[in-house]
């Protein structure tokens, strides 16, 4: 099990060194210059040159790189600006700050955002799939099935304002979408994130829903379940220890790039309920043209899901012991 | 004062000090929105100069008004700069008045009406010489956040850093004038500036010109103090130190920060902010809509809400002016701001081909799109109507069309053997922006133009523009008096002597006969002869038809229910944050 974590870990890096090259190229090869949005309106070309080497673009795309991968494990020193401690991931100079900084300030609620709206999507979709497998052809798996078509086809940006409006705005059932953090205030982080943990699961239930029906409705006709079920076993115990176990894969593999996707930033659930999380400070870097806090987030949101695939795959091995042995 | 790219976006003011303006708190009445405020007819305001006695603290209490609580803002944008020599933004300059003080300052009494008095100064200043040298004298009490003292060290530093090469955004006048001011490189070589000489409690500037008009200047957030020992330089713009009634407890950039009292602060040292709240906590994050339907809601703390920038989105603009409950908590009021459509004069150099393009304008189109003349109304001079020297003039029949005349434009093309002139119309890349644009092409190419539009990155929009050879023929801009006179309008805008990267001359305008006018405009103290001859500068370039004017705002900001006296701060052009309070 460790050779094959550390596999999987090294391999990861290797991924992740390539999509930060890519990435870094792609935005610093572009015609746009940092220091002159940085220089500001009074600028002088004895500024402008000055912030180009503060901000270490003054080199070659090569050097500028090599630099930026050091930083990471040496930290850097932007001149004026400051000295950015390692893990150094950057320096905004739209926000005058570390690009890590920013984005360690900003993830708690992320990853508040990605658990929260995970552990209902998982409950309530898993669930709702094993029953409707379980009850296959019958009201209550019609009835999930036609549900869950409606939650896939529905948009966060149309069923968050919705929401926004009749359950907070108009009844007051829910309170205005705010993040506390959990060790400040347990009932505050939870009554400021329900209504986005909801609107969001709303959306994802609907995928796990279907696809834990269709795997377990698949597993439940698998030889190896008719002869467990021939040679005695109950029900349960056949649906939950035989069936179940067998229809997990596909869907941990989906929970893991969902929940790499979610911390790498739910952009439009973040926008929708006005929240700071990582999401809105990848269209703020946007909106601003800061390539440093693009370069950030996106390393950031691809670190994410080459995680969540290991510990994926590292559940898989769990689950199936052919993989690990693969 | 010229916009941000932040404030191109949110399309509000931009002033640091403007004269405007008529403002009117929905005030239970209402219930129509024809009955907003307009631009045109409403009250010019001007800010007299005060007394030693109107500079002397504390604040006139506001009345009913109770001290405690906390006051929430929610907010688009995080501020740019926070460093005061880098501020340049209505909205910077507004959030900063509770935390920073300058000599001067605007004081605003409890009808609305603004004076210009000593805020660290005993009084506004006393000018010697015709205008070319000015004394203040510091206040005693005034302290900074960590208790001590304010010293006439820390004042000549404030002028002196201004001169820093990274400060790169704030305004540029008391630079310009200063003597010997071209050649010094700021203080962080160990040299002070001649020109500014301290002598005990006093300050004396010594001045290239006659600038009667200094101490407004002065009121600028850009010249507000800042502390030698506590001067970061490029750092300082993060997390400034207060002078003011509260400080700056936290700050993450981009999402929030919070204000808390500054138990240093003495009131008695301060006429113009009451400070009543305990904290300001502002959010970022929210956009219009977002936060107008939180305040219509009004429920929770969003009850202490109180925007700055945010004003009532346009998709609400209409719902909450025919409320009459909602209209309460709204404050209107007119801006001195004038957006307009400066044309590059050494592209486009036959004035009669300019003259076509505003006639042309599809002011009535771009008027809707923007949300109707709830929020602004159209324009046909530079200065606004509600800025001293406004003359009201409409050269291009603007008034009587205002979907623009395409005949009469073709016939002035076709008169200039122009037909078919090719137009490069650089605009922003935002939804607004790209309905405008098809907007004006349309119309101008049923006039007897070739239009093209070119998207411009919206970051280095103003960089762009600003660029001498920007290949551009027309583009979106906007301007705002600095303080209440013409010259802050024309000198930086329209002056051939401000056409250069990065000026504000953006119509590129080298006209002997204008700058002739500006400069002599300039040199005249009495403000009567001033404005006259500023509204006369405003035809002479609208008659060499360089821009085309295009509206005047009208700005609405929607507030919690538990918030009281919100007032508008003409010299900030948003909320006055130092004259609110918390109800109880």
């Known amino acids: 099990m460790l ?17 930060s090259a890519v990435t870094f190229w792609l935005f610093y090869a572009v015609p746009r210059d940092p220091a002159m949005m940085s220089c500001g309106k009074n600028c002088t070309p004895e500024n402008l040159e000055q912030i180009r080497k503060n901000l270490g673009i003054d080199e070659s795309i090569i050097m500028q790189y090599w630099h930026w ?144 029906r269709s795997q377990m409705v698949e597993q439940l006709s698998e030889d190896y379940v008719r002869t467990a079920r021939a040679k005695g076993l109950s029900r349960a115990n056949v649906f939950f220890r035989f069936a179940w176990r067998g229809a997990m894969g596909p869907i941990v593999t989906l929970f893991g790039i969902d929940l790499g996707t979610l911390i790498g930033g739910a952009i439009i659930t973040e926008s929708v309920f006005s929240l700071q999380g990582v999401g809105r400070l990848a269209v703020q870097a946007v909106d601003q043209s800061d390539l440093p806090m693009q370069l950030g987030v996106t390393v950031l949101a691809a670190g994410a899901i080459v995680f969540f695939n290991i510990v994926v795959d590292a559940v898989y091995a769990l689950i199936d012991p052919r993989i690990r042995l693969a | ?33 024809s009955d907003t405020p307009k631009v045109t007819g409403s009250k010019t305001m001007e800010i007299p100069v005060g007394t030693k006695a109107d500079s002397t603290g504390p604040a006139p209490e506001v009345k009913g008004a109770v001290k405690g609580g906390t006051i929430y803002s929610l907010e688009q944008f995080d501020m740019d700069h926070l460093d005061p020599a880098q501020i340049y933004v209505s909205t910077e300059a507004a959030i900063t008045v509770p935390i920073m003080r300058g000599l001067t300052g605007y004081k605003i009494d409890d009808k609305g009406g603004v004076t210009l008095v000593g805020d660290a100064a005993t009084d506004p200043g006393t000018a010697k010489d015709g205008g070319k040298t000015w004394v203040f004298t510091l206040k005693d009490g005034l302290k ?32 310009q004038w200063l003597v010997g001011g ?5 203080p962080y070589e160990g040299k002070h500036l001649d020109s500014i000489e301290i002598d005990g409690k006093t300050i004396t500037f010594r001045l290239t010109e006659a600038r009667g008009d200094f101490n407004y200047t002065l009121a600028m957030r850009g010249y507000s103090l800042v502390p030698e020992k506590h001067d970061t330089k490029e750092k300082y713009d993060k997390q400034p130190f207060s002078c003011g009634p509260y400080r700056i407890e936290s700050r993450s950039v981009g999402k929030s920060m919070t204000y808390v009292r500054n138990e240093h602060w003495d009131p008695a040292t301060d006429p113009i902010r009451n400070a009543y709240p305990d904290k300001f906590a502002f959010s970022y994050g929210f956009q219009p809509l977002a936060a107008t339907d939180r305040y219509i809601a009004d429920k929770g703390n969003d009850q202490y809400a109180v925007p700055i920038f945010n004003e009532v ?20 009021a007119v801006d001195t701001v004038t957006y307009y459509w400066p044309i590059n004069t050494t592209r486009i150099t036959d004035v009669k081909v300019r003259q076509a393009i505003n006639c042309a304008w599809p002011h009535q189109q771009l008027q ?108 979106a801009a906007g301007w705002s008096p600095d303080w209440p006179n013409g010259y802050s309008v024309f000198y930086p805008c329209w002056s051939g002597k401000n056409i250069g990267k990065g000026r504000s001359n953006y119509a590129q305008l080298d006209d002997t006969g204008v700058n002739k006018a500006i400069d002599a405009a300039s040199a005249i103290t009495d403000p009567e002869k001033a404005n006259k001859a500023w509204g006369a500068i405003d035809r002479q370039i609208m008659e060499l038809a360089a821009v085309v004017p295009d509206y005047h705002s009208i700005r609405n900001w929607m507030y919690g229910s538990k918030v009281g006296n919100v007032v508008y701060d003409a010299g900030n052009t948003c909320v006055a944050l130092c004259k609110l309070y918390a109800k109880k």
């Open chain 2, 313 to 332: 989105a346009a998709e609400r603009v209409a719902q909450v002016l025919t409320d009459a409950e909602l209209k309460k908590r709204v404050l209107t």
């Open chain 2, 182 to 186: 071209d050649k010094y490189k700021g």
């Open chain 1, 69 to 212: 991968l050091a930083g990471i494990f040496t930290g850097r020193d932007y001149g004026g600006y400051g000295y950015c401690d390692a893990p150094c991931l950057g320096y905004s100079f739209a926000n005058n700050e570390p690009v890590f900084g920013t984005i360690m300030n900003r993830m708690p609620l992320t990853l508040s955002l990605a658990f929260g709206s995970a552990a209902f999507f998982l409950v309530i979709g898993v669930g709702a799939g094993m029953l409707a497998a379980l009850k296959q052809g019958k009201f209550l798996d019609k009835f999930a099935s036609s549900v869950s078509l409606l939650g896939s086809s529905l948009q966060i940006y149309f069923v968050g304002y919705i929401a926004m409006f009749f359950l907070v705005s108009q009844l007051g059932i829910f309170s205005q979408p705010s993040y506390t953090p959990l060790t400040e205030n347990p009932a505050a982080w939870v009554s400021g994130l329900l209504l986005p943990w909801l609107v969001l699961s709303i959306i994802f239930t609907a995928n796990y829903t279907r696809m834990t």
């Open chain 2, 144 to 175: 900074w956040e960590d208790g001590s003292d304010v010293t006439m060290d820390d004042v000549r530093h404030t002028f002196e850093r201004l001169f820093a090469s990274f400060i790169t955004e704030g305004p540029r006048y008391v630079q």
């Open chain 2, 1 to 33: 004062m010229s916009f941000s790219r932040r404030n191109f976006l949110i399309a509000t003011g931009v002033v640091a000090a403007s004269s405007s303006v008529l403002t009117a708190c929905g005030g239970g009445g209402g219930g129509s929105a």
């Open chain 2, 368 to 475: 809707t799109i923007r949300g109707g003349a709830s929020t602004t109304e159209i324009a046909t001079t530079i200065l606004s109507p509600v800025t001293p020297g406004y003359e009201k003039f409409d050269l291009y029949g603007t008034t009587k069309k205002p979907g623009g005349d395409p005949a009469k434009a073709k016939a002035l093309l076709k008169e200039a053997g122009k037909l078919g002139q090719k137009l490069v119309i650089a605009y922003q890349q935002s939804d607004n922006s790209v309905k405008q644009a098809v907007a004006i092409k349309n119309a101008l190419e049923e006039a007897g133009f070739t239009v093209v539009n070119k998207q411009v990155d919206k970051s280095t929009f103003y960089t762009q523009i600003g660029d001498t050879d920007n290949g551009f023929d027309l583009f």
């Open chain 1, 3 to 19: 050779r094959f974590l550390v596999r999987r870990v090294f391999g990861a890096m290797v991924i992740l060194l390539i999509i």
